[in-house]
């Protein structure tokens, strides 16, 4: 692969964790600015550090890892300061927040994998409500049916997804 399309992957691969990376460091520093300003710091870490990331390996648990260390280096630099979670309560929680990472991670790829079972009109729709955000209101007078009838069959089809994901995830069913 090219270094632009490397380069590009990369980039995308940073927006789309940026809720997660604040997330998890907010688990492990008490001050939503503090997390702010870590968040910052990692991504610019991992800007510096993108040439040891190793192409098809797991990006989250790679950027978790930078992003926890540089929790450490602003706890370091913060020792003064009452207000601070102790070393092993920060391990305790960092290591939590690894695990429920593997897990979403799991839960996403048998979600992704039960979509593309669904009908292309129910995949439409549920791309439509969820992805899009549309009211269903507006869907329903757009499709020339009511709302009350759209949001029973996007019901079903919500019930339908969330029994295909429980199903691949407690028969250990790899997506």
């Given at each position: 692969?090219?270094?632009?399309?490397?380069?590009e992957?990369?980039?995308?691969?940073?927006?789309?964790?940026?809720?997660?990376?604040?997330?998890?460091?907010?688990?492990?520093?008490?001050?939503?600015?503090?997390?702010?300003?870590?968040?910052?710091?990692?991504?610019?870490?991992?800007?510096?550090?993108?040439?040891?990331?190793?192409e098809?390996?797991?990006?989250?648990?790679?950027?978790?890892?930078v992003?926890?260390?540089?929790?450490?280096?602003?706890?370091?630099?913060?020792?003064?300061?009452?207000?601070?979670?102790?070393?092993?309560?920060?391990?305790?929680?960092?290591?939590?927040?690894?695990?429920?990472?593997?897990?979403?991670?799991?839960?996403?790829?048998?979600?992704?994998?039960?979509?593309?079972?669904?009908?292309?009109?129910?995949?439409?729709?549920?791309?439509?409500?969820?992805?899009?955000?549309?009211?269903?209101?507006?869907?329903?007078?757009?499709?020339?049916?009511?709302?009350?009838?759209?949001?029973?069959?996007?019901?079903?089809?919500?019930?339908s997804?969330?029994?295909?994901?429980?199903?691949?995830?407690?028969?250990?069913?790899?997506?």
């Amino acid at each position: 692969m090219d270094s632009t399309r490397r380069s590009e992957q990369f980039t995308e691969s940073v927006i789309a964790n940026q809720r997660r990376l604040y997330a998890y460091i907010l688990t492990l520093l008490p001050d939503p600015n503090d997390a702010s300003d870590v968040l910052q710091q990692t991504n610019m870490a991992l800007w510096r550090e993108s040439g040891s990331f190793e192409e098809g390996t797991d990006f989250v648990a790679w950027s978790l890892r930078v992003a926890y260390y540089r929790v450490l280096e602003h706890r370091t630099k913060q020792k003064r300061q009452r207000k601070r979670f102790s070393t092993v309560l920060v391990e305790t929680l960092a290591d939590e927040m690894q695990s429920e990472s593997s897990d979403e991670n799991h839960r996403l790829e048998a979600m992704l994998k039960c979509l593309e079972h669904l009908r292309p009109r129910d995949r439409e729709l549920v791309y439509r409500r969820y992805s899009k955000g549309e009211m269903v209101s507006a869907m329903a007078a757009s499709m020339g049916q009511s709302a009350n009838a759209l949001a029973n069959q996007l019901y079903r089809i919500r019930r339908s997804l969330w029994k295909c994901i429980q199903s691949r995830l407690s028969s250990g069913n790899e997506p």
